[in-house]
Nanobody, 121 residues
Framework: QVQLVESGGGLVQAGESLRLSCAASGSIFSINAMAWYRQAPGKQREWVTGITSGVSTNYADSVKGRFTISRDDAKNTVYLQMNSLKPEDTAVYYC???????????????WGQGTQVTVSS
């Protein structure tokens, strides 16, 4: 069984920062790409940023220059540093990971349960 657990969400004022963490645990052989998504009330879930196993990163235009994704493979953890937060960043943030549970298995996608980020104006 594999679990992804996010933490670090909360209520902040516009312009402040938050750092989200997502730790993967369980029977994990290797983790490929990891990513963060978010879903605001009444909206569809949207991709925010991703990082490959080779540490290549990409960002949605809406967060470019403000958010930074990183990973610590020794801890099976991905981070999202969010600076200069805006009210429109308010959403539930989800992490995802594409990983293998065995050396011979296929890559599958897993999701965390989400963490709420609220930015007040």
């Amino acid at each position: 069984q594999v679990q992804l657990v996010e933490s670090g969400g909360g209520l902040v004022q516009a312009g402040e920062s938050l750092r989200l963490s997502c730790a993967a645990s369980g029977s994990i052989f290797s983790i490929n790409a990891m990513a963060w998504y978010r879903q605001a009330p009444g909206k569809q879930r949207e991709w925010v940023t991703g990082i490959t196993s080779g540490v290549s990163t990409n960002y949605a235009d809406s967060v470019k220059g403000r958010f930074t994704i990183s990973r610590d493979d020794a801890k099976n953890t991905v981070y999202l540093q969010m600076n200069s937060l805006k009210p429109e960043d308010t959403a539930v943030y989800y992490c995802s990971a594409n990983l293998k549970t065995t050396s011979w298995g296929t890559v599958r996608g897993y999701w965390g349960q989400g963490t709420q980020v609220t930015v007040s104006s």
